[in-house]
């Protein structure tokens, strides 16, 4: 039987149960690749998952994107109604949620302008709180978007289809009770990973110029 070239959903479920020699398994294998996802969002981090997003604050919050996983950057936007007389272009300091309270009590809750913020649930919070709605400019990593029937691709799977195999077969083993297969599924996906990573890193770096995804709030 010729391999199967992975480029889709419906491929990618082929090729699972191919390298696994089981034909029994139509009805688990999505939920392996579901699972896979989810890991793979959890530790993954590269420039591919950047996205460049534009939104106006209500007051001092501003609703996270559904896709949000982790901020990487965000700015004030000047010369932008209703961005007040003041606010400069500048990437705003990430602080943790003790600090913006101590901000604020100390302002005694006046109102400023930003220069700081931070995440509570699904909502920035601007700090100090400016006085009126603010046009913001976040850059941060998206989840990667889920395979599915109806999305049958997404940028990892056409970049990386053996991060996706391996990460799939991986979730594959503890529901065959397969521990011989653990440890080299395993070892193959933590060796991509590494390779990723060290890409993607070498892509940061200030010589290489980075377009982040436009994407609206």
Same mark, same amino acid.
């Given at each position: 039987? *010729?391999?199967?070239?992975?480029? %889709? ?42 996205v460049r997003a534009d939104a106006t604050s209500d007051g001092e919050n501003v609703l996270l994107p559904d896709d949000w996983l982790e901020h990487y950057s965000l700015t004030v936007q000047?010369?932008? *109604? ?17 600090? %913006?309270? =101590? &901000? ?9 302008? *930003? ?9 920035? =919070?601007?700090?100090? #709180? *400016? ?10 990593? #998206?989840?990667?978007?889920?395979? /599915? ?5 997404? $940028?990892?799977?056409?970049? %990386? ?6 990460? !799939? ?14 440890? !080299? $599924? ?12 060290? =890409? /993607? =890193? ?7 110029? &980075? ?7």
């Amino acid at each position: 039987m *010729p391999a199967v070239v992975i480029n %889709s959903y419906d491929t990618l479920q082929a090729a699972v149960a191919d390298w696994l020699n089981r034909g029994d398994l139509l009805d688990q294998i999505p939920a392996f690749i579901t699972l896979a996802e989810a890991q793979m969002n959890r530790e993954l981090r590269t420039r591919d998952m950047m996205v460049r997003a534009d939104a106006t604050s209500d007051g001092e919050n501003v609703l996270l994107p559904d896709d949000w996983l982790e901020h990487y950057s965000l700015t004030v936007q000047p010369g932008l *109604p209703p961005a007040p007389q003041g606010y400069l272009a500048k990437p705003l300091r990430y602080m943790s949620e003790k600090e %913006s309270n =101590e &901000i604020k009590a100390a302002m005694f809750g006046q109102p400023g302008i *930003p220069y700081g913020y931070t995440v509570i649930g699904d909502m920035i =919070e601007l700090v100090p #709180a *400016p006085t009126g709605d603010v046009d913001l400019r976040m850059v941060y990593y #998206a989840r990667i978007p889920n395979l /599915s029937t109806v999305l049958q691709s997404n $940028w990892l799977l056409g970049k %990386s289809p053996d991060l996706y195999l391996y990460s !799939t077969l991986l979730q594959s083993a503890p529901y065959l009770k397969d521990d011989d297969r653990l440890g !080299t $599924w395993a070892q193959i996906r933590g060796a991509l990973f590494e390779m990723i990573r060290m =890409e /993607s =890193e070498a892509s940061l770096r200030p010589r290489s110029q &980075i377009t982040a995804r436009a994407k609206a709030f």
